[in-house]
């Protein structure tokens, strides 16, 4: 028997594999919940953001912070076009976004859930829900899965672990007893507070090319900032949340981020278009003139930052006015106080550490028959679908291989 352990996105994939690749195999998912693939109905708010065409990601660490050369790998077994394909040659037709996000056509993630139940009742995979696996003792080379609540254990042959990422350590402790390192979990994908109560009354205010960077650290963004009545969020705030996870998180979140609100990071630039402002627009007054299309209520802010008042003269600027400007622009610190969570939407960076796992087959390297994939793991991504495919393509993966051996 192939003990799939966890019903969610991963765990699906794997067990419908294991059956394309071992009709004989009786294959079995163990879901700890009353519902499968309950995360899945939750996901792209319910539209589920399934994959991404990848059309403008140059590298996959700027995707993947944890996982980037693994993913790099399997992608050569089942990348995006195989989950397309998958999905589209299975009667759920896809739509790719402006933004290179891939959803279902119904903008329903209930047509991929469907899909997904549809298929592994044609190929015979049982799923028994309110099991979940509290340990697991290795036997005379097949493994005893002990449920919670269920007196009896249960042998498997082979066994693959897609229970998704876990904020607390404690959920991984019985894999850490069976040799496995465990990378300590944090979360992912989080909003900014900001306790700055001017730049909160900014709320609603959108900059659509945005960056953004850990002041006296390495990590930057750029993309959508979002301004909200508690900080920053938007997809350049989760970006780089998710770069600065586990940095962020040692500091408990405590941290200064500068902004750049004109996505032109070259000084010279935009000094120079400042001065042509300024002599375009000599006689008007400067909270009339927008430069960079910035919105009107974050351009006052930023005026009074600047220390500049609103009815000053473009032509009285001068050059201490526009060093101001453009300081304000292109190095506006704040001070995150703080994370909160966007739309409920967050991924737990950390899990079984790589170093554990084959990154060919996705067997663990202490266990002999049990396998890893999805969120468990040490594999995150950024928001855009990237997420749902590192667990689409593992599962393919570690059901692959556990069919074969
Ligand atoms: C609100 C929200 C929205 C998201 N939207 C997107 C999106 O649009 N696009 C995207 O790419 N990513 C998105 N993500 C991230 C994505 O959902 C996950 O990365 C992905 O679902 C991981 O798949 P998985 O199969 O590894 O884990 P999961 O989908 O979490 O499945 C794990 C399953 O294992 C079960 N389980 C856990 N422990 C046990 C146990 N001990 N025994 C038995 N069963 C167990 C769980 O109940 C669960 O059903 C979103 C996440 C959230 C929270």
Redesign the pocket.
Same mark, same amino acid.
């Given at each position: 028997m192939i003990a799939i352990?966890?019903?969610?996105?991963? *765990?699906?994939?794997a067990a419908i594999r294991a059956c394309e690749v071992n009709p004989e195999a009786e294959v079995v998912i163990?879901?700890? *919940?009353k %519902?499968?693939?309950?995360? #899945?109905a #939750?996901? &792209? &708010?319910g539209?589920? %953001?399934?994959? %991404?065409s990848f059309a403008v990601v140059k590298d996959l660490k700027n995707v993947y912070p944890r996982g980037d050369k693994l993913m790099k790998r399997l992608f050569k077994t089942f990348d995006y076009r195989d989950t397309y394909e998958w999905f589209e040659s299975r009667g759920v037709p896809l739509v790719t976004q402006d933004d290179e996000?891939v959803?279902p056509q119904s903008q329903s993630?209930q047509s991929i859930i469907d899909c997904l139940l549809k298929e592994s009742s044609r190929l015979g995979v049982k799923v028994k829900t309110n099991?979940?696996?509290?340990d697991i003792t290795p036997q005379d080379g097949q493994l005893l899965l002990h449920?919670?609540g269920h007196a009896e254990p249960i042998l498997a042959q082979r066994v693959v672990i897609?229970?998704? *990422?876990?904020p607390h350590q404690s959920?991984f402790d019985y894999l850490k007893r069976l040799g496995h390192e465990i990378v300590s979990p944090v979360p992912s994908?989080f909003t900014f507070n900001i306790n700055d109560s001017a730049f909160r009354d900014l709320m609603g205010t959108v900059v659509a090319n945005a960056q953004m960077s850990v002041v006296g650290e390495r990590m930057r963004s750029e993309g959508p900032l979002l301004i909200t009545h508690w900080g920053m969020s938007g997809p350049c705030v989760l970006r780089l949340s998710s770069y600065a996870a586990r940095w962020a998180s040692e500091r408990n979140y405590r941290f200064r981020v500068a902004v750049n609100w004109v996505g032109e990071s070259n000084c010279n630039s935009v000094v120079q278009s400042i001065e042509s402002l300024a002599s375009q627009h000599t006689a008007r007054q400067l909270d009339n003139v927008h430069p960079f299309g910035l919105p009107s209520r974050l351009w006052s802010y930023l005026l009074q930052k600047a220390g500049l008042p609103p009815e000053k003269r473009w032509g009285e600027l001068g050059r201490k006015g526009i060093n101001r400007l453009m300081e304000v622009f292109t190095n506006d610190v704040y001070t995150v106080e703080g994370k909160s969570r966007w739309?409920?939407?967050? #991924?737990?960076c950390g899990g079984v550490s790589l170093a554990s796992i084959n990154s060919n087959t996705l067997q663990s390297k202490h266990v002999p028959g049990l396998y890893f994939?999805?969120? #468990?793991?040490d594999v995150?991504?950024v928001? *855009? &679908?990237? %997420?749902?495919?590192?667990?689409w393509t593992?599962?393919y993966i570690a059901g692959e291989n556990c069919a074969k051996s």
């Open positions: 352990i966890g019903g969610g996105a991963a *765990g699906f994939f163990y879901e700890k *919940g %519902n499968p693939l309950a995360k #899945v #939750v996901t &792209g &708010g539209r589920c %953001n399934l994959t %991404n996000c959803f993630s099991y979940a696996l509290a449920f919670e897609t229970t998704g *990422g876990h959920s994908l739309r409920d939407e967050f #991924v737990t994939a999805g969120e #468990v793991t995150d991504a928001t *855009g &679908g990237f %997420n749902l495919q590192a667990a593992m599962g």
